[in-house]
């Protein structure tokens, strides 16, 4: 059994094409109309393959081939970030349709029940929320904000019902995505099994010294706000490189007070993304940064504040998924590498309701979340054939 | 011979009560309303004090006590910053006019012709120029935007002649200012004689790396242009430092792009504000700083551009005329000191027709260009009878 390379390629192409934005990229927001009729398509699709569709109630599109206990499912997002890609989420349920009809088509009824859910939404791409569909699957959302309850009812969806969204009984999710980094590019491997998705903290420091004259303080009576900071930036660097893989940590924003050209800067403000597989990790990490700050902020006489913005724990992919994707990649001739994931995947939020598995294809140039975002096809083949083989060996 | 410290008192409060801001400071902008009351004012104190006035074809107010040869002028400029001090420039106008009335009161008339003069703008206070008195006077304006242009003949002055406001005929000029930092008030000295005035540079720095996913991109494969700026930053600072005073190196501006919490830096832009007494420290300064800023870009794998925005030698003062203003200092008590201007004033420019030599009391906080500038009463009287008593030296 090999799934159709040629088809996937077309049902990427079709569903990139739907939210194509003037300058490059899609744009699929949440319950947007690009979004529906990326939906539409996606249904009629499932339909094609021979699977039951419907929608449940935050408008996540499952399809369903009957069998016997809990469900095997596969599938990812179909919502996108602005200028968004054509293969974030979109692989994922491209490649899960793909491979279940040739599974159907191949293999016949399964033993086990086994289905593929495209997300409504994952990304944070049009609320002030993500992981929305996910969320919803398990069970996780308490409360609605009144412009998502309205774009819901512009779709025909009910809020007051999301709770009847909720699964428990789903045995295994396993996701196709691509790697979104260069990873497996710089490596020279076409795939890899995930084995824990990061936990993330983002952190705000503010570092307050005296805005002076550049001209007439001398060095030594400076309390420079940006030198400081400057020297935290060195050490979030080097603490996650000495740290080793995979910790990360990156200072992405950073804002200058009064920003003169020939003023002494008074007060920065700059923010810190560290990420780590492992909670003690990612809290050694966090507490090495934060203690090297402190240290540099007395030194130079500097006020300093730390303020924490987001947390979110790592989560470990279910072993006995590891190792049955890394025997699917073996039946498909492709010794599989693991790796962690440095970006958030809608598995993290079902891993709690279920046992959950991905795959990586590699990236090229490790571009994502942008109109370049591409995979080359026989890495999108692969993948698409090692999710269907481990399909066929958790349904069949 | 004392000059009168309560009048001195008295006519900085009402200088600064002219172009007063809601908020707080003064304002008064090159030609502005408040520019122009300040100078009727100035005018009036001038005639009190039995000075002989005229205003030349930029608006400089010039106030004469007819005596032999080349002028002894002192003075400073009228303008200010948007919510400006107290003293900033008005403190020379001011004393000047004291001093000299003192001079006149219990003196008589000088051997040599001695002026007070109002400067119209140093500060570049409204439009894009500055030095735009010292400049007229030293015939080193070639042409006239239509902004300025309009707005003197808004005054009654002709851009047309601004040439005749050049003047060949000044032997000296001494000004009294306000430190503008807090080397003074460390030192617990009430005084010094300006030695040079720093040359400037300001150089503009674009570095350039890749953007990434934070999440996705070990740090092993990253480009980062804020990691990178960061190391550029201290080494600007440790560079200033190890040249030692009167070197200054200041990184005021830094802008990162795409400045997200969660994308690893591409690009980032940072100034670099470098000063030194001799042009010789500054090009050292610049070197190094050029240098390392190369090689810390190349050890990174990161694009680097380096853009000159301004460059401004360093200027001595005259050596006759520091030895001058320390025996002034001498007589009325007080051992100077010398230092090194790090801000730029009139005399830089005046240096180019006459000798020049500035004085310079402390700065409460070193605070200035701000509501807070404020000298203690002591200093500003101490500062007025040595500038008399150097006056009186010069044309008595």
Known sequence: MRIDGALLERRLDELYA???????????????????????????????AGLETRRDAVGNIWGRAEGDGKSIVTGSHIDTVRRGGRLDGALGICAGITAVEALLTTKGKPRRTLEVVAIC???????????????????????????????????????????????????????????????????????????????????????????????????????????????????????????????????????????????????????????????????????????????????RRLGLGIRTLQEKAPVAMRAEVRALLARAAKECGVQATEMVSGAGHDAQILAARCKVGMLFVPSIGGRSHCPEEATAPEHLELGTNILAKALELLAY
């Open 18 to 48: 739907i939210g194509a934005e003037p300058d490059g990229g899609t744009y699929r927001g949440l319950y947007s109309t690009a979004w529906a009729a990326a939906g539409e398509r996606v249904e009629r699709w499932m339909q094609d």
């Open 121 to 299: 939404e994952e990304e944070g791409s049009r609320f002030a929320t993500n992981f929305w569909g996910s969320r919803a699957i398990t069970g996780a959302i308490d409360t609605v904000d009144a412009e998502i309850a309205a774009a819901m009812r512009e779709r025909g969806l009910d809020p007051t019902k999301i709770a009847s969204a909720a699964r428990d009984d789903i045995d295994t999710f396993v996701e196709l995505h691509i790697e979104q980094g260069r990873v497996l590019e710089s490596a020279r491997t076409p795939l890899a099994v995930v084995s824990a998705i990061v936990g993330t903290a983002h952190l705000e420091v503010t570092v307050t010294g005296q805005p002076d004259h550049a001209g007439t303080t001398p060095m030594d009576l400076r309390r420079d706000a940006l030198a400081g900071a400057a020297a935290m930036v060195q050490a979030v660097e080097s603490i996650a490189k000495s740290l080793g893989k995979p910790a990360v940590a990156t200072v992405g924003k950073l804002k200058v007070e009064p920003e003169q050209i020939n003023v002494v800067p008074g007060t920065v403000v700059f923010t810190v993304d560290l990420r780590h597989a492992d909670l003690g990790g990612r809290r050694a990490l966090e507490e090495r940064i934060r203690s090297l700050c402190g240290t540099l902020s007395q030194e």
